[in-house]
């Protein structure tokens, strides 16, 4: 699809949903329907995107019209040809990789990246034959190390889960292209408010819908995007073989959600800005990491990379474990709680001895990069849409108590 010449406002209101020809309804349906009355003569294929409503739907796990206008309209904010939905971010990252790599293949992985999807890199696709690089992909002369003739895919993760560290994408994808590997980033903390991968030269585009798209952590969903010929064959090995289909609901709570996207991202930078500064000049804390502060150590990548500097921070006391009790405890409008990107404001404590052990298995000194953004242990925390006020005031109360 081409992107339209509209703003990402419009898009995020119009791209994708059309009044319902059958009815004139102004909002989209829901279609739960699995399946559809068919002409006799039509066949278990899928059409492409805009041939879809021509040909007919056959069956919800090839295609359905709900999942349809939400794979139409992230397209459209992520400025991609094509998009194919997910059951979950988790669905969308197995389906993409079984999908590019078979047994042989080398692989080229961000060594910090989303818990699931390292695990699955560390304990899944190895015993499948796939090679597998971990690497900082802030240090380009180890991800310039990394690639080789026989690499197939490079997978980024920009601003990395947990530690809030950047990957320069274009560099990154000029790397790859030299000896003709695909480029993979989850965009998921950073959404196309901040960046489009596929502009900088990626391939692939993720993202967990959980998060930041659907808004509102009522929908588990996930997303992959990019050119049509790529995500056509996508769609039609690895989402319909191993049918992690979106359910029509979720995808319809997602494209409600997306509808304020552009407004609710504003309102997660200013808050996040304005909770950064303010963790900043607590005396119990000790560091604070956000890619909209100048203290950030890739300020200037972010800048450069990102328009948005989203919602997610992180931040150090002295004694995490501790703190992480009484902050539970204490907090009134911040919930203690894993996942991010909603409209309430959530914080959750990730020792980094644990995380190493249990997740992203690292070189000594890879650890050590780990720990110059993270310390002993951090609060993830991801900054809502409530008055910036009241959260720095929860936070002060929940301090006090150390
Ligand atoms: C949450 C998350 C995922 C996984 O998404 P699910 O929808 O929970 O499966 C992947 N990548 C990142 C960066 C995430 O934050």
């Not at 990402?8 to 559809?36: F, K, W």
């Amino acid at each position: 699809m081409k992107p339209p010449p509209t703003g990402l406002q419009t898009r995020a209101v119009h791209a994708g949903e059309t009044p319902d020809p059958a009815t004139g309804a102004t909002t989209p349906n829901i279609v739960m329907s699995t399946t559809y009355a068919v002409d006799p003569d039509v066949q278990f294929s899928i059409g492409d995107q805009e041939g879809e409503a021509k040909t007919g739907y056959v069956y919800t796990r090839w295609g359905n019209p709900t999942i349809q206008q939400l794979a139409k309209k992230l397209a459209a904010l992520e400025e991609a040809e094509r998009c194919v939905l997910f059951g979950s971010g988790m669905a969308a990252i197995s389906s993409l990789l079984l999908h590019v790599l078979e047994s042989g293949d080398h692989l080229v992985m961000s060594d910090v990246a989303y818990a699931g999807a390292s695990e699955l890199a560390n304990e899944i696709l190895p015993k499948m034959g796939i090679r597998i690089s971990r690497v900082d992909m802030s240090d380009l002369a180890a991800v310039a190390n990394a690639i080789h003739a026989d690499t197939k895919l490079v997978y980024v993760e920009t601003p990395c889960n947990p530690i809030c560290r950047l990957t320069d994408i274009a560099v990154v994808a000029q790397l790859a292209r030299k000896v003709g590997a695909k480029v993979a980033v989850d965009s998921t903390f950073a959404t196309p408010m901040a960046t489009l991968p596929i502009q900088l030269g990626a391939d692939f585009v993720i993202h967990s819908l959980t998060k930041f798209l659907g808004g509102h952590g009522d929908a588990i969903g996930g997303a992959v995007l990019g050119g049509k010929a790529d995500l056509l064959a996508l769609q039609q090995s690895t989402l319909v073989r191993m049918g992690g289909i979106i359910s029509p609901f979720n995808a319809w709570l997602v494209l409600r959600g997306l509808a304020t996207f552009p407004l609710r991202m504003r309102a997660h930078e200013e808050n996040a800005r304005q909770v950064a500064q303010f963790l900043e000049a607590h005396p119990k804390v000790k560091r604070v990491i956000y890619p909209g502060l100048t203290s950030h150590p890739q300020h200037a990548l972010a800048k450069a990379q990102m328009c948005n500097f989203s919602g997610m921070l992180t931040f150090q006391v002295e004694d995490g474990p501790v703190a992480a009790k009484v902050l539970a405890q204490h907090l009134s409008i911040f919930h203690y709680a894993v996942s991010l990107g909603h409209h309430k404001s959530l914080l959750f404590y990730m020792d980094t001895d644990s995380l190493l052990q249990s997740s992203f298995w690292l070189t000594e000194q890879q650890a050590a990069s780990y720990r110059a953004f993270a310390g002993k242990g951090i609060f993830r925390v991801s900054i809502g849409i409530e008055d910036a006020g009241d959260l720095c005031d929860d936070l002060t109360q929940a301090l006090d108590q150390l």
